[in-house]
């Protein structure tokens, strides 16, 4: 590919020119970076993209690794609160008929501990380190339509906040992360908890699809000259299919939602019997997006696994067509699966046989992914580093999570074992196995990206080992206890069933696991502050986030990559090509075409703004009131629109005009 | 790490129509992710047709006049709206001016008519689930018809200003027809569900 190729197409004329003539004149231009000394380039390039000083500048960021950051500090404290939720929890269970809480608060606890991981932690921590990384590793300078990135953020924090301070006022959700009606319905959960629930759910799910559709724009039409689909790093194939599976799933948990909330406040029937309604159709919708919310949250976590693992064997991976097919696989049948969660509703047989066989056919893509994987190590003298330990502990526990679901997709068996202490063990090996483990081999792997300093190995390790035993100690016992008949959501249990011991030593290991995490805060706060200074490229990788500075720069990169091969970073090792001949005084990144990659618009990117922030704000105030009356919609509505107007109204900017 | 330059993007336009545009990719997300809603919704209404054999569960059935009124407005609001999007093409100010006015009042007539259409249901969204969802497909879709109208007013204005001679508003004209086509298309199913399929039963 050369400048050759690349097709010029007529720029806008001035408007009194073209009614005069209706010839072609030259855009409005100013500066290109064709030519520019380093210096130069750097000044320029700080100045056009940097986020204003002050606190209304703080709040008006657009910048995709100021956000990122934020809701990566966000998440990790939503999960400190919802692991503290776990550690009361399992206090209050390590001996039978403890006295520390009662029924009503272990309600809440239970709830708030699923909601909290699943909408407030996991979701958003997976999707931000995607916001942080994907537009990094495509080679451009900022994210598709970054002020709904920012949007997004705000709409997300608000959900928590909500939730948490409900909590706060004893009126937190009691009903169970997934709210099954009739017991969320308006006979039985009078107040206002069940309403907080389908509330924060709406906007958890506003603020994730918004990202969601700013990534897949980001990957189709960001990426830098020459990284054609067969290019793309498998870790940005894992966050644009998991984007698309939001897209698609996240819909039914919304409607899920709103369905209910009107069932509570103004007296639709759509889940009562009596009224021609159905209560199994919130099971329906509700898991029609709850199963494919597991992948959302795995897929990812496999991306991170496919990027840490060639970097510590030193080779490219193995079987990467096969990978790629695997994850849009994956991506597909993770919507088929959803009635096995509903076995024990009574089903017909036939249906309930179609999703044991389509339970079992997902594990096909996921082993291929694994054997790759193992192949890409076998083929390699790989380095041990914590980041590596992470996938070796990854392979472990979801392996074992995988074999329990292979299991649990069987009728007899479900039915046997359907809401005791074994679906508790099977999905915590699943979920945290499966996504925790690499989440923390990324942190370690991407934290010298993200700051300039490298997180100490030594604690690292000690933080490995920590949490491999503590995870197990905890949860292995459950998968037991399940067997005994050990319900889930059971705030006490009688000396007489003789759990006691089980629990005390399920108990010491949830302490123990709790521990590693307060070690890795430490490794974290104190890395940050005293770590050893690192280069771009620690750990020699080959993906292009690691071309640029540690930290990267406001605009990302001096000059945009050009791509030749799917580890760019080792092909072109002599020095990396780049192009040129974009402004420097407006935000300009390149806009490319979906399948080639090949540069086809030089485009504008958004400027900072505090708009957002007041919409999501806005937005928030409307659906806290809206609890209380359903007119809160029509009453919102007006700032919702000024809000929104006041964001695209254009304000003489450059880069409004284009 | 070193660069050498390979490539010079200078030539490149600054604005594109359509596909070559991210905005275009970003509302056709935007309709991905409606439509999903909408179909769910469709789906809610199908799954406890099915269920009941009594469906309609004993309510009158619902007049479909102003629906099909409504329906035949949005089907001629075509014609003009894909005009508009070839003078958007042609960044021609003038006829994209007077287009943006005739799609607002085209998008404000159906809203409108649409009023007379919720105490045509014949029932109301409390006295069964048969009404809930009438009251559920219809709200649906009466919320995305006045945020899409919202939007093409406030776009009108803004063509009227010095904003509006702009390469990127000729983009934003061309994604607004597109996402109107958007609203039309996914009303046909609903005026069905609505206003035909009670009377099957």
Redesign the interface.
Known sequence: ???AD?T?????PP?SE?SAKGDIAP?RDGP?D?GLDDASLHRWLARTWRTPRGIIGALSSVDHKVIARRYLITAFLFLCLGGLNAVVMRIQLSGPQRGLIGPDLYNQLFTMHGVTMMFLFAVPIVQATGIYLVPLMVGTRNI??PR?NAFSYWVYVSGGLFAWVSFALSMAPDVGWFAYVPLSGPEYAPGKRADVWAQMITYTEVSS?AV???T??TV???RA?GMSLDKIPLYVWALLVTSFVV??A???V??TST?LI??RL?????F?PA????AL?FQ??FW?FGHPEVYIIFLPATGMVSAIIPAFARRPMFGHLGLVLSLIAVGFLSFGLWVHHMFATGLPKLGASFFTASSMMIAIPNGVQIFCWLATLWDSRPVIRTPLLFVFGFFFIFVIGGLTGVMLASVPLDLQVHDTYFVVAHFHYVLIGGSVFPLLGAAYFWFPKITGRMMSERLGRWHFWLAMVGFNAAFFPMHIVGLWGMPRRVYTYPAELGWGNINFFISAGAVLFFLSFVLFAFNLVHSALRGAPTG??PWDAGTLEW?TSSPPPSYNF???P?VTNVEP?WAER?????????RVDVREL??S??AEAH??????SATPSIWPLLAAIAVGATFLYSIFTPWAIVWGAAPI?VTL?GW???KGDPE??? | MNQRPAMDLSGLPTFGHGPRSPTWWGTLGFMALEGTGFALAAGAYLYLATLWPNWRLSAPQPNHWPGTIVTLLLIASLVPNHILNGYAKQCAIGPVRIGMVVMSLLGIAPLVVRWFEFPALNIYWDTNAYGSMLWVLLGLHTTHLITDVGDTIVLTVLMFTHHGYSGRRFGDVGDNVFYWDFVVLTWIPIYLLIYWLPRLG
Request: aromatic share 8%.
């Open positions: 590919m050369s400048s690349i010029s197409e007529r720029d806008l408007e073209a855009e290109r064709t598709a339509f709904l699809l969601a559709v700013a897949i724009v189709f039409k960001q000259p897209v698609f996240m819909p039914a919304m409607i369905f009107l069932d103004v007296g639709t029937h759509i009562n009224e021609g309604g159905d159709l329906h919708l029609f771009d490229n071309a001096a000059r945009i050009i970073l002599e020095a990396l090509p780049v192009a040129t001949g974009l390149v806009v075409t979906v540069p086809d618009i030089r485009e504008k629109a107007i695209f109204w254009p409004d005009e284009g």
